[in-house]
């Protein structure tokens, strides 16, 4: 007959520390399921937090997890043997989280968010084991010896699971190696003037070099043109490149483009009034929405096919914010505003263009000239240039209109002063400006700090067209002030100085 183990009966202490470490551990546990769910369903960045998170969460609990071990095996009712086991087999399954953790950053895949068992199940059981080791002292030592050890043989089969597990995403990592090899030589086999239609399947891989590669060896066919109207007739061009191209956006590539968007949209539209989740056409809607981008900002109207594109995504459930953004292809003020400002060659420039489309190119010692001349006859130069002062996201163009400013012929209107002016001000406001008691600073390195030479020079020219600049003069004579005296320093301080008495 088996004795009742009251004489092991542990302390209100044990019992209370083993409660409140099964609480914060539950908690943890809670946490750390909701990161992991999560794994792998971000940009690379975010991904990289979450698992940077997730191994956090996991050590801390686990070590949590250990000391309730050790507490219920030090002051429970666990036979030995069975206090060994868990000792080695919570330690132990710590690891295969991790490892299934692993598995579960990359949950699109086989076995897709199966792993999540292993996190879900171990933590409780571990906690159940504990407290009935130290709650189960008036049981029965047989019972008690039952109980623990099935509760040690489920933690054991739910870290054994870790194996088929990984055996199938070991299979799924194998044919993907062997497509990826595949992919290699097959693409390392096409002629340089193989036909577009055979360069857009090797578009579809997740590795941005190799599909770089494609798209430049695309941009060099001479005949891509046609090749791609005849793709667009067929219905087999994969129209999230059509602006990768290098393509000209002529008016019949522009009715067959409209026409392939209007039939690929046909299909997706849900006959029936249950909704279906937005995920299964999201690919689509984005490959619509770049080639209506570039359709559009090349001056080909799609407002017909972005109309029926939104009307089709908002019946899906849960749309994304790419919905909106069919009716923002609408506003007018697209419509041609890529080959306006940014388009693909300089030879698609004109005298619509914008200041902007003509600083793209300025930098191009082949182009330079050309560029700059073009620039001077835009009628609407100096209000391009205040458009350009005053977007905050376009730094590239500001730069480079402060750099060729004097060379522009410019009007020097009010707007135009103001926004120079205040530009102005806040760079000088950012140079360092050595004290008296510092060691003396040589004026080259002054030129340096302000990144190229055109402040100061297109601060005269503000001032000599009519430009209020008082006291953007004297902040100007203020800092060359405080660098050491050399000719080219004599020389701008004495014009900095004339202007600024001339006020």
């Given at each position: 007959?088996?004795?009742?183990?009251?004489?092991?009966?542990?302390?209100?202490?044990?019992?209370?520390?083993?409660?409140?470490?099964?609480?914060?551990?539950?908690?943890?546990?809670?946490?750390?399921?909701?990161?992991?769910?999560?794994?792998?369903?971000?940009?690379?960045?975010?991904?990289?937090?979450?698992?940077?998170?997730?191994?956090?969460?996991?050590?801390?609990?686990?070590?949590?997890?250990?000391?309730?071990?050790?507490?219920?095996?030090?002051?429970?009712?666990?036979?030995?043997?069975?206090?060994?086991?868990?000792?080695?087999?919570?330690?132990?399954?710590?690891?295969?989280?991790?490892?299934?953790?692993?598995?579960?950053?990359?949950?699109?895949?086989?076995?897709?968010?199966?792993?999540i068992v292993i996190p879900a199940l171990v933590?409780?059981?571990?906690?159940?084991?504990?407290?009935?080791?130290?709650?189960?002292?008036?049981?029965?030592?047989?019972?008690?010896?039952?109980?623990?050890?099935?509760?040690?043989?489920?933690?054991?089969?739910?870290?054994?699971?870790?194996?088929?597990?990984?055996?199938?995403?070991?299979?799924?990592d194998d044919q993907e190696a062997a497509r990826?090899?595949?992919?290699?030589?097959?693409?390392?086999?096409?002629?340089?003037?193989?036909?577009?239609?055979?360069?857009?399947?090797?578009?579809?891989?997740?590795?941005?070099?190799?599909?770089?590669?494609?798209?430049?060896?695309?941009?060099?066919?001479?005949?891509?043109?046609?090749?791609?109207?005849?793709?667009?007739?067929?219905?087999?061009?994969?129209?999230?490149?059509?602006?990768?191209?290098?393509?000209?956006?002529?008016?019949?590539?522009?009715?067959?483009?409209?026409?392939?968007?209007?039939?690929?949209?046909?299909?997706?539209?849900?006959?029936?009034?249950?909704?279906?989740?937005?995920?299964?056409?999201?690919?689509?809607?984005?490959?619509?929405?770049?080639?209506?981008?570039?359709?559009?900002?090349?001056?080909?109207?799609?407002?017909?096919?972005?109309?029926?594109?939104?009307?089709?995504?908002?019946?899906?459930?849960?749309?994304?914010?790419?919905?909106?953004?069919?009716?923002?292809?609408?506003?007018?003020?697209?419509?041609?505003?890529?080959?306006?400002?940014?388009?693909?060659?300089?030879?698609?420039?004109?005298?619509?263009?914008?200041?902007?489309?003509?600083?793209?190119?300025?930098?191009?010692?082949?182009?330079?000239?050309?560029?700059?001349?073009?620039?001077?006859?835009?009628?609407?130069?100096?209000?391009?240039?205040?458009?350009?002062?005053?977007?905050?996201?376009?730094?590239?163009?500001?730069?480079?209109?402060?750099?060729?400013?004097?060379?522009?012929?410019?009007?020097?209107?009010?707007?135009?002063?103001?926004?120079?002016?205040?530009?102005?001000?806040?760079?000088?406001?950012?140079?360092?400006?050595?004290?008296?008691?510092?060691?003396?600073?040589?004026?080259?390195?002054?030129?340096?700090?302000?990144?190229?030479?055109?402040?100061?020079?297109?601060?005269?020219?503000?001032?000599?067209?009519?430009?209020?600049?008082?006291?953007?003069?004297?902040?100007?004579?203020?800092?060359?002030?405080?660098?050491?005296?050399?000719?080219?320093?004599?020389?701008?301080?004495?014009?900095?100085?004339?202007?600024?008495?001339?006020?």
């Amino acid at each position: 007959m088996n004795i009742p183990l009251a004489a092991t009966k542990p302390s209100v202490a044990a019992v209370a520390a083993a409660i409140i470490l099964s609480v914060v551990i539950l908690l943890l546990w809670g946490l750390q399921l909701v990161t992991l769910a999560g794994l792998g369903r971000s940009d690379a960045a975010g991904n990289g937090l979450a698992q940077a998170y997730a191994a956090i969460l996991m050590v801390v609990l686990w070590l949590l997890l250990m000391v309730l071990t050790i507490l219920a095996g030090v002051n429970g009712a666990a036979p030995r043997a069975a206090t060994i086991a868990a000792l080695v087999i919570v330690p132990a399954s710590g690891l295969v989280t991790s490892a299934a953790a692993g598995l579960l950053s990359r949950p699109s895949i086989s076995p897709f968010l199966w792993p999540i068992v292993i996190p879900a199940l171990v933590p409780p059981l571990i906690v159940a084991w504990c407290l009935f080791a130290l709650l189960g002292a008036r049981l029965y030592a047989g019972t008690i010896k039952v109980v623990a050890g099935v509760l040690l043989a489920a933690m054991v089969a739910v870290c054994v699971s870790i194996w088929p597990l990984s055996q199938m995403r070991n299979g799924v990592d194998d044919q993907e190696a062997a497509r990826l090899q595949k992919y290699d030589a097959d693409l390392a086999r096409m002629a340089a003037d193989a036909p577009l239609w055979d360069w857009t399947p090797f578009l579809d891989t997740r590795d941005g070099t190799k599909q770089q590669r494609v798209i430049e060896s695309i941009r060099k066919l001479d005949r891509r043109q046609a090749q791609a109207e005849a793709m667009l007739d067929r219905g087999d061009f994969p129209l999230r490149y059509l602006g990768f191209f290098n393509l000209d956006p002529t008016a019949a590539l522009c009715a067959k483009a409209r026409a392939l968007l209007g039939k690929r949209v046909e299909p997706l539209v849900l006959n029936n009034a249950k909704p279906q989740p937005y995920a299964v056409i999201s690919d689509q809607v984005s490959g619509a929405l770049a080639a209506m981008g570039w359709l559009v900002g090349y001056g080909c109207s799609c407002d017909a096919e972005s109309k029926a594109w939104e009307a089709m995504a908002k019946a899906y459930a849960d749309p994304s914010y790419d919905v909106h953004r069919f009716a923002e292809l609408r506003d007018p003020k697209q419509l041609g505003r890529i080959l306006r400002e940014r388009p693909e060659r300089f030879a698609m420039l004109n005298a619509q263009s914008h200041l902007r489309g003509w600083l793209k190119f300025i930098d191009d010692p082949g182009l330079q000239a050309q560029a700059l001349a073009g620039a001077r006859q835009t009628g609407s130069r100096t209000a391009d240039a205040v458009e350009i002062l005053r977007d905050k996201y376009d730094e590239e163009s500001r730069w480079k209109l402060q750099r060729f400013l004097v060379r522009l012929d410019l009007e020097a209107t009010q707007p135009l002063c103001a926004s120079l002016l205040s530009e102005l001000h806040a760079q000088f406001a950012k140079i360092y400006r050595p004290a008296p008691a510092d060691e003396p600073r040589p004026y080259s390195e002054l030129l340096q700090r302000l990144g190229t030479s055109e402040q100061l020079p297109n601060l005269i020219w503000l001032a000599r067209h009519g430009c209020a600049a008082g006291a953007e003069l004297d902040d100007a004579i203020a800092l060359v002030n405080a660098y050491r005296d050399s000719a080219d320093r004599a020389k701008m301080l004495a014009t900095l100085t004339a202007l600024r008495s001339a006020r």
